[in-house]
């Protein structure tokens, strides 16, 4: 179970349940952040998975 099978009604209940608990002007900043962190963790698994194919 990932985060694939969550489905929309599932991320429709979690924006709302982040709109509730940090309000409407933080939700902007908050998915940038998400976003960026995201993108930073993908950038290194991909010179992880790289660097363990130069090494065979």
């Known amino acids: ?3 694939g099978s969550i ?7 979690i924006l709302v349940i ?3 608990v940090f309000g409407p ?3 902007p900043e908050i998915g940038k ?3 960026s962190s995201l993108k930073e963790f993908k ?5 992880i998975v790289s660097d363990d ?4």
Do not use: C, H, Q, R
């Open 1 to 3: 179970m990932g985060l």
């Open 33 to 35: 952040a998400v976003g």
């Open 18 to 20: 982040a709109l509730v």
């Open 43 to 47: 950038n290194a698994a991909k010179d």
């Open 25 to 27: 002007s933080k939700l």
């Open 53 to 56: 194919s130069e090494k065979k």
């Open 7 to 13: 489905g929309i009604p599932g991320l429709i209940l």
